[in-house]
């Protein structure tokens, strides 16, 4: 075979289809229609993040390994493998009871703080500390959590929850769905024990990214809709956690929704998200989440791309509030929102506000955003113009944007 990265998109998925599945059974297996399988096998059109999700998932492999950003099974870099490799150990090994040789444990107030640093270092995109944090908590909390009483004891099984709750957010960036769902599934033991609606939400808004991820799109929104009923507030008389739970829930809706293209749907969602958001009046943090009157509206931008209103986006993007993000704004989700705009800006013939946009993101977390789709997706657009200005992003970010 060619060097994976010299091939068309096109053949690529030809390739990964093989001789076992037929283009018909690939639309099947993706939920799209057969037209489109032998459009993206001719490379006619431009596929759109949501079939590219689809077709991934039928074809079991990230949509990265179809733009040939990464060659098939080859995957992660070995740093992120180990970092991966410790964090599946301690989430089985922590559930499973196998936590002998630890005689002293942390202390409830030390074990949340490394919590806390673990939560701040998923969204700095530094898979090794998070692996790291993570794994202490896990292995030390279920020794103490084993043992502890009353207030300590629900105290300590918020602390797992949310430490389970990260390990399955860095799991799922990289496509691990299996320990992704045995991290959450422990998480939400924990967060039942302790009788803490709020945390049971949040695990549900990770449950329907990882559908997402998966191209599970109806589960995706059903999970959302479905713990939103359930904590749903009154916004006169809801609490802030409640609020921010709400809210964080319904972008999970309203993203899943504009995956699907149902636009009515994801406009609902997102007013909802910007209700609460009002309500609250600015941007909080809780266990490891922000939500707020930012997140509302990059989200919005992100939401409103996935459904092709590439101009109602950029109206969105070009507000005054949005072009200075606040500082308490994470690496990750700062730039996830820049590619949105990036891609946005591509779809209006804006291609040198792209490029620009899309070294900023480079530039900003190079680790990141090698294990992106996007940049590939914008990479392929650009190149249509001027695949030397392309080239030139490549290397100046250190990614393979294109053949």
Same mark, same amino acid.
């Given at each position: 075979m060619s060097n994976w990265a010299d091939l068309t998109n096109g053949k690529r998925?030809?390739?990964?289809?093989?001789?076992?599945?037929?283009?018909?059974?690939?639309?099947?297996?993706?939920?799209?229609? $057969?037209?489109?399988?032998q459009k993206a096998e001719q490379d006619r059109g431009? @596929?759109?993040?949501?079939?590219?999700?689809?077709?991934?998932?039928a074809l079991k492999t990230d949509i990265a390994v179809i733009l040939g950003q990464q060659a098939p099974r080859r995957g992660m870099n070995r740093d992120d493998r180990a970092a991966l490799h410790h $964090?599946?150990?301690?989430?089985?090994?922590?559930?499973?009871?196998?936590?002998?040789?630890?005689?002293?444990?942390?202390?409830?107030d030390e074990l949340t703080r490394a919590r806390d640093l673990a939560w701040s270092a /998923?969204?700095?995109?530094?898979? #090794?500390?998070?692996?790291?944090?993570?794994?202490?908590?896990?292995?030390?909390?279920?020794?103490?959590?084993?043992?502890?009483?009353?207030?300590?004891?629900?105290?300590?099984?918020?602390? @797992?929850?949310?430490? /389970?709750?990260?390990?399955?957010s860095c799991a799922n960036g990289f496509g691990q769905r299996d320990l992704a769902l045995s991290a959450l599934t422990s998480a939400k033991l924990l967060a039942k024990e302790a009788d803490d609606p709020v945390m049971s939400a949040l695990l549900e808004s990770t449950l329907s990214w990882i559908y997402l991820r998966g191209a599970k799109t109806p589960r995706?929104?059903?999970?959302?809709?479905?713990?939103?009923?359930?904590?749903?507030?009154?916004?006169?008389r809801a609490s802030r956690p409640e609020l921010l739970a709400y809210g964080r829930l319904m972008i999970s809706a309203a993203v899943a929704a504009s995956r699907r293209e149902d636009e009515s749907a994801a406009d609902d969602y997102i007013s909802q998200a910007h209700a609460a958001a009002a309500r609250l009046g600015r941007d909080e943090r809780l266990y490891g989440t922000s939500f707020g009157p930012t997140a509302a509206k990059t989200e919005a931008v992100g939401i409103h791309v996935a459904l092709k209103n590439y101009g109602r986006a950029l109206k969105l993007a070009s507000h005054p509030a949005m072009r200075k993000l606040p500082k308490s704004m994470s690496k990750v989700a700062r730039n996830r929102y820049k590619l949105d705009v990036?891609?946005?800006?591509? #779809?209006?013939?804006? /291609?040198?506000? #792209?490029?620009?946009?899309?070294?900023?993101?480079?530039?900003?977390?190079?680790?990141?955003?090698?294990?992106?789709?996007?940049?590939?997706?914008?990479?392929?657009?650009?190149?249509?113009?001027?695949?030397?200005?392309?080239?030139?992003?490549?290397?100046?970010?250190?990614?393979p944007l294109i053949a």
């Open positions: 998925i030809k390739h990964l289809r093989g001789s076992d599945l037929t283009q018909q059974g690939l639309a099947d297996a993706a939920g799209v229609s $057969l037209a489109l399988v431009e @596929l759109s993040v949501g079939s590219l999700l689809k077709l991934a998932s $964090l599946s150990d301690s989430v089985h090994e922590s559930a499973l009871g196998e936590w002998d040789g630890i005689d002293d444990p942390s202390t409830l /998923y969204w700095a995109s530094d898979t #090794a500390k998070v692996s790291s944090l993570a794994s202490k908590v896990l292995m030390e909390g279920q020794v103490r959590y084993d043992s502890a009483t009353g207030a300590e004891r629900e105290q300590l099984a918020l602390v @797992l929850a949310s430490t /389970y709750r990260v390990a399955a995706a929104v059903a999970v959302a809709e479905r713990a939103a009923l359930a904590i749903e507030p009154s916004f006169s990036a891609l946005a800006q591509c #779809a209006a013939g804006l /291609y040198d506000q #792209a490029g620009d946009t899309l070294i900023e993101v480079g530039l900003d977390a190079p680790d990141w955003v090698k294990h992106q789709a996007l940049p590939g997706v914008i990479g392929n657009r650009l190149a249509k113009v001027s695949t030397a200005r392309v080239r030139n992003i490549s290397e100046l970010i250190g990614v």
